[in-house]
């Protein structure tokens, strides 16, 4: 099983073990800063006469931060650049452990109510995140079985970046454009694997689209 694994993606050498402790210890700060600032997008009120606020109002901060696409793609490149699968499972986990830890805790203590029920959904899908990590991580390959993933994920993000139905397609925002070319180019490893992965994804987020 290891064999037939490691011919669709070769996990890189492990390095010291302090590299290591410090490189998932960046992994959980990042989540644990942007759940901060996800939560502090969500209480602040926009005042245009503020250059810089006006520029968050502009890029709609707020409403990104509060999709999922942005997370599945920032989940994405941590799985995909981590060395290994398992190395991607733990350093997804300790992202949106740190995610969901610190937007519940900011929630409690400077908003003044408690989002249990919200945060359930995102503490399961912190859960369940490590095996998807460890499945995104070999659509890095160039095999037949990278291009299924690539294929899966990109129907996914197309679905959480554009509105989809079966006899139309739109465009929502230009953020949303950028998370999707931001996948695409994470997962790519040829010309012709990206374009059969978007032509794959694409028929697939069309499907989706009809199942529910």
């Given at each position: 099983?290891?064999?037939?694994?490691?011919?669709?993606?070769?996990?890189?050498?492990?390095?010291?073990?302090?590299?290591?402790?410090?490189?998932s210890l960046l992994i959980?700060?990042?989540?644990?800063?942007?759940?901060?600032?996800?939560?502090?997008?969500?209480?602040?009120?926009?005042?245009?006469?503020?250059?810089?606020?006006?520029?968050?109002?502009?890029?709609?901060?707020?409403?990104?931060?509060?999709?999922?696409?942005?997370?599945?793609?920032?989940?994405?490149?941590?799985?995909?650049?981590?060395?290994?699968?398992?190395?991607?499972?733990?350093?997804?986990?300790?992202?949106?452990?740190?995610?969901?830890?610190?937007?519940?805790?900011?929630?409690?203590?400077?908003?003044?109510?408690n989002p249990l029920s919200?945060?359930?959904?995102?503490?399961?899908?912190?859960?369940?995140?490590?095996?998807?990590?460890?499945?995104?991580?070999?659509?890095?390959?160039?095999?037949?079985?990278?291009?299924?993933?690539?294929?899966?994920?990109?129907?996914?993000?197309?679905?959480?970046?554009?509105?989809?139905?079966?006899?139309?397609?739109?465009?929502?925002?230009?953020?949303?454009?950028?998370?999707?070319?931001?996948?695409?180019?994470?997962?790519?490893?040829?010309?012709?694997?990206?374009?059969?992965?978007?032509?794959?994804?694409?028929?697939?987020?069309?499907?989706?689209?009809?199942?529910?």
């Amino acid at each position: 099983m290891t064999q037939w694994l490691n011919k669709i993606r070769f996990p890189r050498k492990a390095k010291r073990l302090p590299v290591e402790f410090a490189s998932s210890l960046l992994i959980l700060l990042l989540g644990i800063g942007l759940g901060i600032f996800s939560k502090w997008l969500d209480n602040l009120s926009i005042d245009s006469t503020v250059p810089w606020q006006n520029v968050l109002g502009i890029l709609d901060l707020g409403n990104v931060f509060s999709d999922f696409a942005v997370w599945f793609l920032i989940a994405l490149a941590v799985a995909i650049f981590s060395r290994s699968p398992l190395k991607a499972g733990l350093n997804v986990l300790l992202f949106f452990a740190g995610m969901c830890a610190s937007y519940h805790i900011y929630t409690i203590f400077f908003s003044g109510f408690n989002p249990l029920s919200y945060m359930m959904i995102w503490y399961v899908l912190t859960i369940v995140s490590p095996f998807f990590a460890l499945v995104c991580w070999y659509g890095k390959g160039s095999t037949a079985v990278s291009l299924i993933i690539d294929i899966l994920i990109l129907g996914v993000m197309i679905q959480c970046c554009f509105s989809v139905g079966l006899w139309y397609f739109d465009f929502t925002s230009l953020i949303n454009i950028l998370i999707f070319a931001g996948s695409a180019a994470i997962l790519y490893t040829s010309p012709k694997q990206t374009l059969i992965s978007l032509l794959g994804g694409g028929i697939l987020a069309f499907i989706f689209s009809m199942i529910y």
